[in-house]
C-alpha cells in the first residue's frame, strides 16, 4: 500500500490506476493536493528530512504541517484496516512518511504484529528533540514490535531519544513501553545484486556503454548519480571538480564528470534553491575549464530507464558519492553489482553513507573536506588496475552476499521472532 506518486484528474482515472495496480497485489492511497503539501512537501520533507539528515537550520516547524501529518498517516491507518487483516498478518510499516501508524494501527489492533523500518538515518537525541512534536512521534513508532535501521548508530541514537525525551530507558537493544518490550534493531538493506549483474551482461546495456565510451574515448569518466538533495553533497562534489581541474591542469581534458541529477521535491523552495546553485556551477566550471573539443561536466536533470543507468555504471572508471547524510546509499551498490565481470571500478565513498560501513574497499572521503575528496578522486584516477580489482572484488562479494533478499529474510524472520517472543511472555 502507498501513495502511487500522482493525482488522478477524476474517479475514472482512479478507478483505472486502483485497477491496474491490483494486477501487482497493489493498494493505492490516493493523496489530494492539499495533503500532498503539508503532509508530503510540509512535515515530511521541510520537518522530518532535514532533521534526520541533521540539517537543522533547513526545518520549517509549522503546525498546519504536523496537523496534515496526523491527518494522512490516520488516513492510511484507515485504509489498512479496511483489508480484513488477521492477527496472523504481518505489517512493515516504511519510512519517515509513516512514523504515527504504529501507534494508530495498534489502537485499534492490540494483536497485529508490526514492524517499522527506517530507510534514511535517525539523528542524535539532540537534534531530534528540536521537533515540537517529537513525544508524538516517538510514542507513534513505540507501538512497532520490532524497530529497525540501516546502521548500527542509528539504533542507540533512537534508544537515547526515548531515554532523553520519554524517560524511557533502554535495556540492551529494546525498550519497555507500557506492558510492551520494543526491539530497535540494525539490519543493513542490499540491492538485487543479480538484476543488476544480469543487466551489465545484456548485449543491449553494453552496446548503450560502449556508445558511452566511444563519446568520452580515453577520458576517465567519474559518475555520480543522486536525486536533487542537500543531503547528496553536490555542491560539495562540484567544488572539489574544480579544485581537481585547478590543481592538477594536467587531467583537463582527460576526465569528465558525468553527473545525472533525479528530479526530486523541487515544488519545495530549498530544492529548487539547489537545483539554481547546480546549475550556476556547472555552468561555470564547463565555462571557465572547458575548450573546444572538451566538456568537463555532463550534466542532466532528468531520470533514466534503467538500462540507461546499468549502461553508465559499466562505462563509468570512477563513481563519485558524496553524501552529506544517507541512510545507506543503494548507488554505490549498484555500480559495485555492474562491476562484477571485470571488477574494474573505483568506488569513492562518503563516510557518512551508511554503505561506507559496509564496504571497506573503498576510498571513503568526509564530504565536507573539498581537499580530501579532490585528493580521493586523483587518487582513484591513478590506482594501478590490479589494486582496483582487488578492492572492488572484495566490494563485490559483500554487496552479493549482503543482497536485497538477504535483508528481506532477516528482518522478516526477526519481525516473527520478537512477535514469538512477546506473545510467550504475555502468556506467562
Ligand atoms: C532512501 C535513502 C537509502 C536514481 N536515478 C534513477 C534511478 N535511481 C534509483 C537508483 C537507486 C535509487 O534510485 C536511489 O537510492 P539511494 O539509496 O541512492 O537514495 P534515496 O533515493 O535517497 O533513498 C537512502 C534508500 O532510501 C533505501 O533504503 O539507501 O539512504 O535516502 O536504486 O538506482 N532509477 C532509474 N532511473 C534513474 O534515473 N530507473
Redesign the pocket.
Known amino acids: 500500500m502507498g501513495w502511487p506518486g500522482y493525482i488522478p484528474e477524476d474517479e475514472n482515472e482512479e478507478q483505472l490506476i486502483r485497477m491496474e495496480l491490483a494486477k501487482m497485489n497493489l493498494i493505492p492511497v490516493f493523496l489530494t493536493a492539499e495533503d500532498l503539501e503539508g503532509y508530503y512537501e510540509g512535515f515530511s520533507n521541510k520537518v522530518l528530512w532535514p532533521i534526520c539528515h541533521y540539517r537543522l537550520s533547513y526545518a520549517v516547524f509549522e503546525k498546519s504541517y504536523w496537523l496534515a501529518y496526523q491527518k494522512v498517516n490516520q488516513y492510511f491507518c484507515n485504509i489498512v484496516l479496511k483489508q480484513n487483516i488477521t492477527s496472523k498478518d504481518e505489517l512493515r510499516v516504511h519510512?519517515y512518511q509513516l512514523m504515527l501508524l504504529p501507534q494508530l494501527l495498534r489502537q485499534q489492533r492490540s494483536d497485529l504484529t508490526i514492524g517499522y523500518?527506517q530507510?534514511?538515518?535517525f539523528p542524535t537525541d539532540e537534534i531530534f528533540r528540536c521537533i515540537p512534536w517529537r513525544n508524538e512521534l516517538l510514542k507513534g513508532l513505540l507501538s512497532a514490535d520490532l524497530i529497525a535501521f540501516?546502521t548500527y548508530h542509528n539504533a542507540p541514537n533512537f534508544l537515547n531519544s526515548c531515554l532523553n525525551i520519554l524517560g524511557l530507558s533502554p535495556k540492551n537493544n529494546s525498550v519497555r513501553c507500557r506492558d510492551r518490550c520494543v526491539h530497535v534493531e540494525v539490519f543493513p538493506?542490499g540491492?538485487d545484486f543479480d538484476k543488476f549483474k544480469a543487466l551489465s551482461c545484456s548485449e543491449v546495456v553494453l552496446a548503450k556503454a560502449e556508445v558511452l565510451k566511444d563519446q568520452y574515448q580515453k577520458r576517465k569518466l567519474i559518475l555520480s548519480?543522486?536525486?536533487l538533495?542537500s543531503?547528496?553533497g553536490i555542491l560539495e562534489r562540484l567544488s572539489a571538480y574544480e579544485s581537481l581541474l585547478q590543481q592538477y591542469p594536467e587531467l583537463r581534458n582527460k576526465v569528465v564528470l558525468y553527473m545525472?541529477v533525479?528530479p526530486?521535491r523541487d515544488t519545495v523552495t530549498q530544492y529548487k534553491l539547489l537545483r539554481g546553485e547546480i546549475d550556476r556551477m556547472v555552468g561555470h566550471i564547463n565555462a571557465v575549464y572547458g575548450s573546444d573539443d572538451w566538456t568537463p561536466i555532463t550534466y542532466f536533470y532528468?531520470?533514466?530507464?534503467?538500462e540507461?543507468?546499468s549502461a553508465l555504471y559499466i562505462a563509468a572508471d570512477i563513481c563519485l558519492?558524496t553524501?552529506l547524510r544517507?541512510?545507506?546509499?543503494?548507488?554505490?551498490?549498484?555500480y559495485i553489482a555492474s562491476k562484477a565481470q571485470d571488477y574494474n571500478g573505483v568506488l569513492i565513498l562518503s563516510e557518512f553513507?551508511?554503505?561506507a560501513k559496509q564496504l571497506s574497499e573503498t576510498i571513503q572521503i568526509n564530504p565536507n573536506a573539498i581537499e580530501d575528496i579532490m585528493q580521493a578522486m586523483h587518487f582513484a584516477i591513478y590506482m594501478p588496475k590490479l589494486e582496483r580489482q582487488q578492492r572492488m572484488r572484495s566490494n563485490v562479494s559483500m554487496v552479493k552476499k549482503f543482497n536485497i533478499s538477504h535483508w528481506a529474510k532477516l528482518f522478516f524472520a526477526r519481525l516473527h521472532e520478537v512477535k514469538r517472543e512477546q506473545e510467550a511472555s504475555a502468556s506467562r
Open positions: 519510512d523500518f530507510h534514511i538515518p540501516h538493506m540491492i548519480i543522486d536525486r538533495d543531503s547528496k545525472l533525479v526530486s532528468n531520470s533514466l530507464p534503467v540507461d543507468l558519492v553524501s544517507d541512510g545507506m546509499n543503494l548507488v554505490c551498490k549498484e553513507a551508511g554503505a
